[in-house]
């Protein structure tokens, strides 16, 4: 089980440390909401506020969804679980971050549960990436020994289906989706500004909520986070209606892995698949 | 005041459904909602509240206001008939109840009457719901703050009450008289049912959620006052991430943007709900934003509803239902912003 | 009357757009399904125009390119057969037949090519059926 109050305090003193010594100038990590169970997003700026940071098995947000939002040569610490430090690198790969300019404290955790039903969402998302792939301080300690599954294991029933069963179910899912778009603006690589949805010349989708401007947007979302999600569910759990987005992408990034062999976000060196070719790319991927 | 077996529930809801269109909670893979009832079957009554609020009864998400095709270059256009049969909302918290008030003094209020919420909001009977009151409030909830309780009958064409095994119905307005009346298979509620009834409003007093002393005119005035201060706003909406759950939840918000849509020269045009969050709220055809960064535009929505709206309406226009809070993607609660604003 | 699908054709303009032109000149026959849209490379394709295509009508989607390595500005199509690769992917977990959507490379000395594929191309679809899937129909989407 994660010390959730070993890493908390680790973090504060951490936090701390690095505003004081002035190695950064703000630190992303989590603050308590209105609630214990509902901890918020925070920033922080001086080392004395440093004592309201918290982490609980509720602190679910990927931090780096924030990074972005800095000019570059902000110095920032952020607080990262597994997949969180996936979208950092991912990040830093893309060039929207620098390297040097990040803190990068990493959290290992299990265990960690959804806001609104208290269910454990480990298998659902992250299974595969416990501890941070890329970290400069630890918060806590790795975590070995956790019998994680393959992150593609929830996809078995739905690649079990048949064509029409399949479009059947998203047909269903993506009737329900109100576009208040929170799957595109939680994400952490959904940085483009203006988004294409948000475009009017060209008009790729109608702006009011039909039916078929709801399935271009999700299709093409899913198509731009192709090799680059970094599968920390972020989408579905944003989601107000419940749609599982995550497992189009988790669907997508396995066809990404499989076909470029490399998965999203595990090395800086790497450059993002969809922005890249190799010699031995065949045609065979076109089926 | 009249009353039905909860097992004859279903009865009540094939009934209403046959007579005109009935809008009632379902319970859907997202949670319950407020939905137009095809199946008697489909209708809930064990909920908490629904995940959104029941204004897309009057002001859907996407609505037809012309359609028209274009023929050999000429174009034929032609209103969108309003709905004109008399229509029943069941299930309606009571605070979801006050936030019809508040859209009315919006869209019939101003001076001009919005044709498409009027058609909608005449023609419909509201059945309000009591929150089981014996039970806790959800935390994100803060309804006591406008001085709302769990089982408060106000506003509602028809009151529900439920009991361990019956629903008790009081009309509250003639419309609701009548609706009432009509339906021959109800029971008279007696003179028991009728004090059970009033200790469920009593009792609904009593119901605590979160509260604070929030006075229209003082937080309009405080609001304004704190408007410049950018590193307040900053603060609190530094999670904000500017997606529209919040605004697309809320009973009271109506702002709608208006867009023409067509395909193989037919089409219409739409209004479809708006969020002051969203990047492109503001956008000018010039390409200059004036509210281009998100506490900005947060800053807008709060002090709208609880600043603006006080000066051009006299409410503030919020009913404490904690949806806005329970759909946040990251947890922003517009109850602590207001509250810490009112303290400054 | 029998089905006689819609088929998209997006070619890139120096050689299957030039291939198609060879057939032409060469008085190939294949069938008159085809509605060809010329790019400048197949990496221009955004996936969404594919998306927009089967929404619009299309019943099959065929996307040509010059072979690998013979790209006119290089590189272009080995970005594209990834991008092409990935689309089919998401059309294929979306529920879309798989035989609606098919890249092909046809360079500009392949009249034949061209022609035989698009003929092929067409039967196949035209055994898959109408595409109604994504087809935006004009009641209720």
């Known amino acids: 089980m994660t010390a959730f109050k070993k890493i908390e305090d680790h973090l504060r003193k951490e936090a701390k440390n690095l505003l004081e010594g002035g190695k950064v100038t703000l630190v992303l990590a989590y603050a308590r909401g209105f609630d214990e169970k509902h901890p918020v997003p925070c920033v922080v700026k001086a080392a004395a506020d440093a004592d309201h940071l918290v982490f609980n098995e509720y602190c679910t947000y990927n931090m780096a969804r924030y990074l972005t939002r800095y000019p570059v040569g902000t110095k ?58 890329l970290y400069d301080v630890l918060l806590g300690d790795e975590i070995h020994g956790v019998k994680a599954g393959s992150p593609y294991d929830v996809l078995a029933e739905f690649e079990g289906m048949d064509k029409d069963a399949r479009w059947a179910f998203w047909k269903k899912e993506f009737e329900r989706c109100i576009r208040c778009y929170a799957c595109r603006k939680a994400c952490p690589m959904c940085y483009c500004d203006p988004c294409f949805m948000d475009a009017s010349r060209p008009r790729w989708a109608d702006k009011s909520p039909t039916d078929d401007g709801t399935l271009m947007y999700h299709l093409t979302r899913f198509y731009h986070l192709a090799g680059r999600c970094i599968d920390c569910g972020e989408c579905s759990r944003a989601c107000p209606v419940d749609i599982p987005l995550h497992l189009f992408h988790k669907k997508v990034a396995k066809e990404c892995e499989a076909m470029f062999g490399q998965a999203a976000g595990m090395n800086i060196e790497d450059k993002p698949a969809m922005a890249n070719f190799k010699g031995e790319d065949s045609d065979q991927m076109l089926g | 005041m009249k009353k039905i077996a909860i097992d004859q529930f279903s009865e009540l809801v094939k009934v209403l459904a046959e007579r005109g269109p009935l809008y009632a909670p379902v319970k859907g893979k997202e949670g319950v909602n407020f939905q137009a009832i095809k199946n008697p079957a489909d209708v809930t009554l064990d909920f908490y509240n629904t995940v959104l609020s029941p204004k897309s009864v009057f002001f859907p998400q996407s609505e037809d206001m012309i359609r028209y095709r274009i023929t050999h270059g000429a174009t034929e256009a032609q209103p969108v008939p309003q709905e004109s049969r008399p229509a029943v909302i069941l299930g309606v918290r009571p605070c979801d109840v006050r936030s019809f008030e508040i859209m009315d003094r919006h869209f019939l209020g101003a001076g001009v009457i919005d044709p498409y919420w009027k058609s909608k909001r005449d023609n419909t009977t509201v059945i309000g719901f009591a929150f089981d009151v014996s039970a806790a409030a959800d935390p994100a909830d803060f309804y006591n703050t406008f001085g709302y309780g769990a089982a408060d009958p106000e506003g509602s064409d028809v009151f529900m009450v439920r009991t361990d095994k019956a629903l008790l119905l009081k009309s509250m307005t003639d419309r609701g008289k009548k609706l009432l009346d009509s339906l021959g298979f109800l029971q008279v509620a007696g003179a028991q049912d009728e004090k059970v009834f009033e200790e469920t409003v009593k009792k609904g007093k009593a119901v605590r959620t979160r509260s604070a002393e929030i006075n229209p005119q003082v937080i309009a005035k405080k609001l304004v006052s704190v408007f410049d201060n950018g590193e307040f706003w900053q603060k609190v909406t530094m999670a904000c991430i500017a997606c529209g759950a919040c605004t697309y939840g809320c009973p009271t918000c109506y702002c709608f943007d208006i867009s023409d849509e067509m395909l193989f020269k037919e089409g219409s045009r739409k209004r479809f709900w708006d969020a002051c969050t969203f990047t492109d709220f503001t956008l000018e055809a010039s390409g200059h934003n004036p509210r281009p960064r998100i506490f900005q535009r947060y800053r807008q929505k709060v002090c709208h509803k609880y600043s603006y709206h006080v000066d051009k309406y006299g409410c503030i226009s919020c009913v404490g239902c904690g949806r806005c809070t329970r759909v946040c993607p990251v947890n922003i609660d517009i109850f602590s912003i207001v509250d810490e604003a009112n303290k400054l | 009357m029998s089905f006689e699908p819609k088929i998209l054709g997006i070619a890139c303009n120096w050689c299957t757009y030039t291939g198609a032109d060879l057939a032409g000149t060469t008085r190939l026959k294949y069938p008159q399904n085809l509605r060809l849209i010329r790019v400048m490379c197949s990496s221009r394709i955004n996936p969404s125009f594919i998306i927009r295509g089967f929404q619009l009508g299309a019943d099959g989607v065929l996307v040509g390119g010059c072979h690998p390595g013979d790209c006119h500005y290089g590189t272009g199509n080995l970005y594209a057969r990834r991008k092409l690769a990935i689309t089919r992917k998401i059309l294929e977990f979306a529920g879309m037949e798989p035989g609606r959507f098919r890249v092909e490379w046809i360079s500009a000395s392949e009249g034949n090519k061209f022609a035989e594929v698009v003929g092929e191309f067409t039967n196949q679809v035209r055994t898959l059926g109408p595409q109604t899937k994504f087809k935006i129909t004009k009641d209720g989407q």
């Open chain 1, 76 to 133: 920032i610490a952020v607080a990262v679980k597994g997949a969180d430090s996936r979208a950092v690198v991912q990040l830093i790969q893309e060039g929207k971050v620098r390297r040097d300019d990040l803190v990068i404290l990493g959290i290992p955790a299990t265990g960690m549960k959804n806001q609104k039903t208290g269910e454990v969402i480990d298998a659902k998302t992250t299974a595969s990436t416990i501890n941070p792939v």
